[in-house]
Structure formats: structure tokens, C-alpha cells
């Protein structure tokens, strides 16, 4: 009965968290970026000072509170763990390592840049090298997040089986969302550069992850 507790409280913090993660996330990518590429230099040096810094707290701790909870979920359901729920907490993981190894970290230089010219200094050269790099990151995020949240769905409702009876095609599940993760590290955005661009391909990405799983 206590581990049912546990397990219950944990999922019920994965959803709070989670929502507040990825609703940060969409908002980001979906809203503050093309703000961004239509504001003046005084608006958006204004807002990386006071509005993003606030933004990024909720965003950066919302990620690590649901990675938290979802680590207490598997360590309770690790043996009846499906292809699924490997497939949407690898995403998971991803996203989470993410948030707190690239898109923090340079979000806190360009951060730092505009505060130094809202208090009448210069702008930090890296500021230019680290944008990109966060936003590489966040639009790979937001990729992910769709297949993200499907096989976290359709491990309950839809399975595609268990982890050993459906290893080759886990495998190769993985070996595509690593090479996806390669590029969010040393690539390129190409076609996830645009809103309808990330969305049609993390839709796709999840079409194509499925059909690894269900008929490999």
C-alpha cells in the first residue's frame, strides 16, 4: 500500500511538473522567439533582463522536478517496463540533460549580456555563440517533446511490447533519437527552424519512431 502511495504521489508531481515544463517550453519556442524576431533592441534587451531570467526558473526546475519523479516511477515499475516507456524516458532524459547542460548555461551568458547593456555596459562577444546553441537545444526539446509525450501515453494504453521481446527494434529506436540528439549538440536546426517546422517534423518523428517499434 505504501509503495502504491509513493507511486501514486510521484506520477501526480510528473503531471504538475511536467505541464509546467513543457508548457514553458512550447512558450519559448512557440512565442517568445517569434517576439523576438519582430521586437527592437531595447524590448528584447528589457526582456531577457527581467522576463526570461523568471521564465527560465520555472523551466529549468520544472524539468528536473519531473525527471525526479520520473526516476521514482521506474525504480518502483522497472520490471514490467515496455519498449514505450524506454522510448518516451530516454526523450525524457534528453530533454532534461538539455535544459541543464546547453540551454541553461548559455542562456545564462546571453542573460548576463543584456543585464551588462541594460546597466549601460557592453554586450558579452559570447552572447552571439551561445544563442544559438540554446536555441539548437530548445528547438531539439520541442522536437523530442512529441514523441516525448506519446510513448509516455501509449506504454498504458497502447503498448508495443516488452522491453526484451522487442529489442532489436528498441535499439534501433534509440540509435535514430541519439543521432537526433548528436545533431542538437554539434548541428544545425535545418528543418525544426520554424514553428510549423519542428512541429510537422516531431509528428513525424513520432510516426516514424512507432513504426519501429510496431513492426520491427
Not at 559570447?126 to 501515453?153: D, E, Q
Request: charged share 10%.
Amino acid at each position: 500500500m505504501e509503495v502504491q502511495v509513493i507511486d501514486y504521489l510521484a506520477k501526480w508531481g510528473h503531471y504538475l511538473a511536467g505541464i509546467t515544463w513543457i508548457g514553458l517550453l512550447y512558450y519559448f519556442n512557440f512565442v517568445q522567439t517569434e517576439y523576438f524576431k519582430e521586437a527592437d533592441g531595447d524590448a528584447r534587451v528589457d526582456a531577457f533582463s527581467k522576463l526570461v531570467p523568471r521564465a527560465l526558473w520555472w523551466f529549468r526546475w520544472g524539468a528536473m522536478l519531473t525527471f525526479l519523479t520520473g526516476l521514482i516511477m521506474l525504480g518502483i515499475r522497472g520490471a514490467s517496463s515496455t519498449a514505450d516507456i524506454i522510448v518516451g524516458a530516454v526523450l525524457g532524459t534528453l530533454m532534461f540533460l538539455n535544459v541543464w547542460l546547453i540551454i541553461w548555461p548559455n542562456q545564462r551568458i546571453v542573460i548576463a549580456s543584456n543585464q551588462a547593456v541594460a546597466g549601460g555596459g557592453e554586450a558579452d562577444p559570447a552572447a552571439a555563440g551561445a544563442a544559438p546553441k540554446a536555441g539548437l537545444a530548445s528547438r531539439t526539446n520541442t522536437l523530442f517533446s512529441i514523441p516525448m509525450l506519446y510513448f509516455m501515453g501509449s506504454s498504458a494504453h497502447l503498448s508495443n511490447g516488452s522491453i526484451g521481446g522487442n529489442s532489436t527494434a528498441l535499439i534501433i529506436a534509440l540509435v535514430l533519437i541519439a543521432a537526433l540528439q548528436g545533431n542538437a549538440i554539434f548541428g544545425k536546426q535545418g528543418p525544426i527552424t520554424t514553428v510549423k517546422g519542428v512541429v510537422t517534423c516531431g509528428f513525424g518523428l513520432t510516426l516514424v519512431l512507432w513504426a519501429i517499434l510496431a513492426f520491427i
